[in-house]
């Protein structure tokens, strides 16, 4: 069982100003640099049956987060294998093939996890989708943003 999730800062955070900052202007306009780099922050966690990969502590921001996801999952449906990193730190999780399952391990911790291939798959897709959501709802105007676009569900 996979457990992939995010959580929006507190509103005392620092890192809610990340979301605040995006309603200002036109988010249409956005560029991808900021996008990835300057908004949208957030708790992500990332844990496999009871090994934890990511924890919940780690903030990230979405928007680099997802289309790193959406990558992931284009290399994994291709037979390949996968990785995707965080800006704010040099981790790495690396997505290894063997047979029908992927391994899951973390550059940074010891931790490392099996899980089938179709079950990451649709894991990573109802995160895109979740966090497409939640980024429009947040911010409408995001939806005509070609950046956000490209890990839409439709």
């Given at each position: 069982?996979?457990?992939?999730?995010?959580?929006?800062?507190?509103s005392s955070s620092p890192w809610r100003k990340t979301w605040d900052s995006a309603r200002q202007g036109d988010p249409a306009a956005i560029a991808e640099i900021d996008l990835r780099y300057k908004h949208f922050g957030v708790n992500f966690e990332l844990a496999i049956g009871d090994v934890e990969i990511v924890?919940?502590?780690?903030?990230?921001?979405?928007?680099?987060?997802?289309?790193?996801?959406?990558?992931?999952?284009k290399r994994i449906s291709s037979g390949e294998d996968a990785a995707f990193g965080f800006?704010?730190?040099?981790?790495?999780?690396?997505?290894?093939?063997?047979?029908?399952?992927?391994?899951?391990?973390?550059?940074?911790?010891?931790?490392?996890?099996?899980?089938?291939?179709?079950?990451?798959?649709?894991?990573?897709?109802?995160?895109?989708?979740?966090?497409?959501?939640?980024?429009?709802?947040?911010?409408?105007?995001?939806?005509?943003n070609p950046v956000i676009r490209r890990f839409s569900p439709e």
């Open positions: 069982m996979i457990h992939l999730s995010f959580s929006l800062p507190e924890s919940k502590k780690r903030f990230v921001t979405l928007v680099d987060l997802a289309l790193s996801l959406s990558g992931a999952v800006t704010e730190s040099e981790e790495v999780i690396h997505l290894r093939r063997d047979g029908d399952l992927i391994s899951v391990s973390s550059s940074k911790r010891l931790a490392q996890a099996s899980v089938g291939c179709e079950e990451l798959v649709d894991e990573f897709v109802r995160f895109l989708r979740e966090a497409h959501s939640r980024l429009v709802a947040e911010v409408p105007g995001l939806s005509a």
